[in-house]
Structure formats: structure tokens, C-alpha cells
């Protein structure tokens, strides 16, 4: 049996009209936070970074995500692999900054080396001062452990416990819904990616994105271009939820340019854009002319950072007089996501009064939020269940 102090989810897991949220103790409590590291991030596909993060054949980055030490890796055939950042040997940390690798990844401890690909190729005096090999020391069985990983609109997803379905199985429905953006993207340059930190829970952050129901108050000025009386519902129970609007201008320069579509696009998204939480811990938007993602990366109960990324349907280098638009669509799209801060650290706060019990959902306007929280909660009793 767990120790973790179980709470009562079965009044999240009904309708919207009825159910309540999460409990306080799934946002301020430890133990909950690492039961959900488990349950939610660990045994589903998560995202951990981009490949524009590691965009030249040998580059290396190190990443912790919620405390678990990784490397993305871009190997000679130009494969992203991903592997647990510790030596076979004895543990040691390989990698503790960015960097490119023309050779092998060496442990700064005793000098074991990996290739790219995480095999084990060097083990220098581990039979003796003059003696490189032992029989006790297999290579073939001593590469880093590889973690199950894979590349999606230049989203790095992993499953640390190699237990989710195949990621085409995860992702099927949003690939489906969104078929027709499966064309290379091309990051919009160094402004084009940014993070935010926020004093909130993670689960906050996806919660907020999932609704429409706070545009006024939250986004006026967002809401005068595209009004809370446009956007519509998105869910997929189990998989993914959020808002869609039938209005979308896009922006425009000094001459009236615009950002080039992409190609074979429906009339539908000549004036629709869509923003979805794909579930667990990535939010995205797609638009005629761009996309963006935020990874959310889960620091502690009241800590989160968000990633986000811009691209764009042409290279940047094919578009140079679009390069001072290109940074005013970033400005824009991180003022909006800045709106979104105070409320999230203030919900976070709020779920410290002991009389919150998980509050009332609008049964009209909340339900793609509602569709968050039971998928977090199904999961985490089907996760209960097993142990």
C-alpha cells in the first residue's frame, strides 16, 4: 500500500455540473507532488524541450525534469536521442552545460566515454594502469540508459517508465485534428523562444490555458480582436482540451506584409485558430501563419517554468523583411502570457485557505478545464489502483 495520504477524487469524476476540482493538497502538498511526478509526468509521454534547443549534429544539453537528470542528444545521423545524464561507472553527472561534441561524451570522473548514440566505447585503466578492457566490464551492456523518447513539431517528448503506449497511439488525435499542419516549422529566431517563471503550480498553468472564460478580465485587449464570444470548446477526453476562435487577424507590418501561410491549408483556418493543453504538460496554438508551443516544466508545488517557442510556416532567412514582425508577434504573444501570471500565482495561494474544497465549476465554461482535472484524477486512481 502507498503512504502517500490519499485524497478523495471520486467528486471530480463526474459531470461538469456536479463535480468539484482537484483538492488543495494536489497543488500545496509534497507527497501529492510526487505521487503526480510519477503517475501524471513519469508514466506518460511528457515534453522536456525542442529540438531547436539542440539544432547541430553533436550538441548536448542537460536538463533536469522534476529532478530527474537527462541529456538531449543530436547524434551523426542527426536522430535526437535522449539519455538519464549519469556514468555507468559510479553515477557522475556527464554533462553540466551546453555544448557540442565532436568526439565522445567523456565522464569527467574516471574518463569512461559514450558515443553519441550512448554506447560505451572507452574505459581507460578499468583492468589496471596499462590496461583498458577487463572481462568483468561488457560495453554492449554498459551504454546510458536511453530513455524512451521521441520528436513531434520539434517538441522532445520522453516516458521515463517505458510503460505509455506508442507515442503515435498517445498523440493520435491531435495529429488527426491538426493534420494539416504536418509540414516542417522553421523557429522563428533567438526572440522567438522565452520562459517565464511562475509561483504556481503546474497544473495551474494548463488549467488557465484549457478556458476562454477569463479573456475579459484577463486579455482585454486580446479579447477586442478575437472576443470571448468567438472561441468555442475543445475536448478529447483523455487526451487533450482547451478553446478554438472563429476570429483570427493576422498581423501585419508597416507595408501591410503578412506572414506566409502554410501550404494546402482549408478555408477553416483562414480565420480560425486553436489552443490546446495537450495533456500532460504541453500547450500549443496553430494559426495560418504560425505555431507556438509552451512546455510546462513542473520545479516544485508552487514553482513552474514555461517554455514557450514561435515558428513559422518559411525559414526566417527566406523572410528578412518580416524579421521586425516576426519579433512583434513574440512581444505580443509573451505580453498575453504575462497577463496570465497573476492569476495562476493567485489561485496557487488561494489553495492554502483549508476551507477551499476544490470550487465550482461553470457547467457552460469550464468544462474543457473540468476535462483536465478528470483525467488527472483517473489516472492517478488508476495509478492508486496498482499499487
Keep these: 500500500m502507498s503512504s502517500i495520504p490519499h485524497s478523495n477524487l471520486d467528486s471530480v469524476l463526474t459531470s461538469t455540473d456536479k463535480a468539484k476540482g482537484l483538492p488543495n493538497e494536489h497543488y500545496v502538498s509534497e507527497a501529492v507532488f510526487e505521487e503526480e511526478k510519477k503517475a501524471i509526468l513519469f508514466d506518460n509521454w511528457s515534453a522536456i524541450g525542442t529540438g531547436k534547443d539542440i539544432p547541430n549534429i553533436g550538441d548536448v ?21 535522449v539519455f538519464q545524464n549519469t556514468c555507468r561507472h559510479r553515477g557522475m553527472i556527464l554533462i553540466e552545460e551546453p555544448s557540442n561534441i565532436s568526439g565522445a561524451i567523456r565522464c569527467p570522473y574516471h574518463s569512461w566515454c559514450y558515443n553519441l548514440k550512448g554506447d560505451l566505447c572507452a574505459t581507460p585503466m578499468v583492468g589496471g594502469i596499462d590496461t583498458n578492457s577487463h572481462d568483468s566490464i561488457k560495453n554492449k551492456e554498459l551504454g546510458l540508459f536511453e530513455i524512451r523518447s521521441n520528436v513531434w513539431q520539434d517538441i522532445i517528448f520522453v516516458n521515463i517508465s517505458g510503460t505509455a ?3 503515435k497511439e498517445y498523440a493520435s488525435k491531435v495529429i488527426e485534428r491538426w493534420s494539416e499542419f504536418e509540414k516542417p516549422i522553421y523557429h522563428g529566431g533567438e526572440k522567438s523562444s522565452f520562459s517565464l517563471t511562475l509561483e504556481t503550480n503546474w497544473k495551474l498553468a494548463v488549467e488557465n490555458y484549457c ?12 479579447n477586442v480582436t478575437s472576443s470571448i464570444e468567438d472561441h468555442y470548446h475543445i475536448e478529447e477526453i483523455g487526451a487533450f482540451s482547451g478553446q478554438g476562435s472563429h476570429v483570427y487577424n493576422q498581423i501585419k507590418n508597416e507595408d501591410g506584409k503578412v506572414f506566409p501561410d502554410f ?15 495537450l495533456y500532460p504538460n504541453v500547450l500549443l496554438g496553430v494559426h ?19 517554455h ?13 523583411q518580416l524579421n521586425s514582425l516576426i519579433d512583434e508577434n513574440a512581444s505580443f504573444w509573451k505580453t498575453v502570457f504575462q497577463e496570465d501570471i497573476g492569476v495562476v500565482e493567485g489561485m496557487q495561494r488561494g489553495r492554502n485557505g483549508l476551507m477551499f474544497d476544490g470550487g465550482k465549476f461553470s457547467p457552460i465554461m469550464d468544462s474543457a478545464t473540468h476535462c483536465f482535472h478528470r483525467w488527472i484524477a483517473q489516472t492517478l486512481k488508476d495509478f492508486r489502483s496498482e499499487l
Design 61 to 81: 544539453k542537460p536538463i533536469h525534469f522534476v529532478g530527474m537528470p537527462l541529456i538531449m542528444v543530436r547524434d551523426e545521423n542527426n536522430r535526437i536521442n
Design 165 to 167: 503506449p506508442a507515442f
Design 211 to 222: 478556458e476562454s472564460y477569463h479573456l475579459p478580465w484577463v486579455h482585454p485587449e486580446l
Design 263 to 277: 501550404d494546402g491549408l482549408s478555408n477553416k483556418w483562414d480565420k480560425t485558430s486553436e489552443y490546446i493543453a
Design 288 to 306: 495560418r501563419d504560425h505555431f507556438f508551443s509552451i512546455i510546462i516544466e513542473p520545479i516544485a508545488t508552487n514553482k513552474t517554468i514555461e
Design 308 to 320: 514557450i517557442s514561435l515558428y513559422y510556416s518559411k525559414n526566417p532567412s527566406e523572410m528578412p
